[in-house]
């Protein structure tokens, strides 16, 4: 069976995105359903590239038992279209600029996570909220549904 891939996107990829792909490996780890995917992350912007996630980010997850302690900030490719399945985003913003990024989405690959919700809307970026707590939240319910759908029988 060949892997679903899904990339995960914001702007700088070390607050929202990195969060996004790790809380879904762990959820996916525990549902018992992470070889049937391949998550990855990546920013609309460039200038975090080398960049560990964002401490309070890494924090919030370490709260809940994931370690991202490997993940280095990249820069979202024109490559990644193809490469890529699903290209899940934080926020309208970053999908207009990933559409940018690509020249286009004619297979309708992008969408934001929480439109996989009953309230579909943007997560809002904690690196101007301060708020990782509710940014982890949004996350955490839109990789629940996003992995709802994608393991729906």
């Known amino acids: 069976m060949q892997k679903k891939k899904i ?11 990195p969060m996004m792909e790790y809380v879904f490996r762990a959820e996916a780890e525990s549902r018992g359903v992470a070889d049937m995917f391949e998550a990855a992350s990546a920013g609309t912007s460039g200038e975090e590239a080398g960049n560990p996630v964002y401490p309070p980010a890494r924090r919030e997850l370490a709260a809940h038992g994931i370690c991202c302690d490997d993940k280095r900030a990249r820069k979202l490719t024109e490559d990644d279209y193809r490469r890529f399945d699903l290209i899940v985003t934080a926020e309208e913003r970053n999908s207009r600029a990933a559409s940018r990024i690509f020249g286009g989405d004619p297979d309708g690959k992008i969408c934001r996570l929480l439109d996989f919700c009953t309230r579909p809307r943007d997560i809002d970026d904690p690196w101007w909220t301060g708020d990782f707590k509710t940014a982890y939240n949004d996350i955490l319910e839109g990789v629940t549904a996003l992995l709802d759908k994608l393991t729906a029988k």
Do not use: A
């Not at 990339?7 to 995105?17: E, K, M, P, Q």
């Open 7 to 17: 990339l995960f996107v914001c702007l700088g990829n070390i607050c929202r995105s």
